[in-house]
């Protein structure tokens, strides 16, 4: 770690970035040691981090509230040396990531959703609580973020299996892996043409689409098991695969209250496949 003399020197913007970065170092590590017994910083690192928030707090650049912030921090960070325990890492945890964000956004390089530090470390595939014929079915998904989005929202509902038709984004395209934020890899998947390849034989359970013109969420007769088809941001589900699900069980909408009437595609798959899952309960 910089000795804290020699970050006093660095130019204002270098300085800010190096001690975001080491201040997302500390959090990532404290999430990894989430339920461990280890000591996680030395007595050292808790007077670094105190130190290093009260230089910020006297960069005179930063509006009254981020100062106030950095005071703040340094109180519990100074705290947390002599008693760091379970009952104060939440609050350890929000002081550093204050500072962090407030540091990367001063420097133009803000996080997005899909770079936010979990707190599970790895995920275990024996954890998952699977709704077996639960399935999804995702076409024409070109969004790597899009598609990341819907594999951890499908893992976190316990869909069973996703199929992705041969031009979604790829998965392993890294701004999927980034959204997914480890779901890819535990999710089983595949990617093949479900209903308009003719090697493929169609599915024997009951199909449905979210689009529009179909029935009201709250009064769709979700099934046990089926699929669920999602068609991609600009155009819907293809005529093709909608001939299909409108053979089947049909459509199911999201009704809309806005002038824009419409949602982000990986937000309308949330809302469904939540309802679709809660409807099994």
């Known amino acids: 770690m910089i000795p804290l003399y020699k970050l006093e020197k660095l130019p204002r913007t270098q300085k800010l970035r190096k001690i975001a970065k080491i201040f997302t170092m500390a959090e990532n590590r404290l999430c990894m040691a989430v339920g461990k017994k280890a000591e996680i910083y030395t007595s050292a690192e808790f ?48 002081a550093l990531n204050n500072i ?15 770079d936010f530090t979990g707190s599970d470390g790895q995920l275990d595939p024996q954890k998952r609580q699977i709704s077996e014929g639960m399935w999804v079915y995702l076409e024409d998904i070109r969004s790597p973020f899009n598609v990341g989005a819907m594999f951890r929202t499908a893992e976190s509902f316990g869909v069973e299996k996703i199929i992705l038709s041969p031009f979604c984004a790829d998965p392993h395209h890294r701004r999927s892996e980034r959204t997914a934020m480890g779901c890819i890899d535990i999710i089983p998947w595949e990617k093949k043409d479900l209903f308009s390849a003719p090697e493929n034989a169609l599915p024997s359970c009951p199909v449905f689409a979210l689009e529009t013109g179909g029935t009201p969420l709250a009064e769709f007769p979700f099934p046990q098991r089926g699929i669920l088809i999602v068609g991609s941001e600009e155009l819907g589900v293809s005529p093709r695969t909608l001939a299909t699900a409108d053979a089947s069980l049909g459509r199911v909408s999201i009704p809309c209250y806005g002038t824009k ?13 939540q309802a679709w899952r809660k409807s099994q309960v």
């Open 100 to 114: 962090k964000h407030i540091l990367l956004t001063e420097t133009g390089r803000e996080q997005a959703d899909w």
């Open 261 to 273: 009437a419409s949602l982000n595609a990986s937000v309308a798959f949330g809302i469904a496949v």
């Open 47 to 94: 007077v670094f981090f105190a130190d290093a928030a009260k230089l910020l707090a006297r960069d005179t650049l930063f509006p009254p509230d981020a100062q106030k912030v950095f005071t703040e921090a340094a109180e519990v960070f100074e705290a947390s040396n002599s008693a760091m325990s379970a009952d104060n890492v939440p609050l350890f945890r929000r």
